[in-house]
């Protein structure tokens, strides 16, 4: 709720990299740190492993946030059922907005290799989260 309020109120501002890194992670970001938790848990894995799920949860939705917010910019809005650059017309405060295409789409990539990399440990049984990973960062629409 809170990066939803802080979506808001930085509408028409000029923000910094800090301030759309705070809105993704508190709108996006937690919620599916939050499901990959939840997944764990019912699964009743250890805590470690819970702890690691989150972590790579956590990754996931700030990059799924960047790739949403450069779909905005670039993508065809007949292929994602959408209309585009409205999050331009609404003066919001997003990662290509700040850091511009190439750098949101190479911090998006460099989330994905980090949620890999914690993941490593799960070997053959992390390869869902991997090719889901994978998805998420490529997807357009």
Do not use: W
């Amino acid at each position: 709720i809170g990066g939803q309020a802080a979506d808001l109120m930085s509408e028409n501002t000029p923000g910094d990299l800090d301030s759309v890194k705070y809105i993704h992670t508190c709108k996006t970001a937690m919620m599916f740190r939050a499901a990959m938790r939840m997944g764990a848990l019912c699964a009743q894995t250890d805590q470690p492993r819970v702890d690691m799920l989150g972590d790579y949860g956590l990754k996931m939705g700030l990059a799924f946030q960047i790739i949403d917010d450069l779909l905005d910019v670039t993508g065809d809005p007949e292929e994602m059922g959408k209309q585009a650059q409205k999050d331009n017309e609404a003066g919001k405060l997003t990662y290509p907005a700040v850091l511009g295409i190439d750098e949101s789409r190479s911090q998006a990539e460099k989330l994905k290799r980090e949620a890999i990399t914690i993941i490593g440990p799960l070997q053959q049984a992390g390869a869902p989260l991997i090719n889901l990973a994978d998805i998420l960062v490529n997807r357009k629409n």
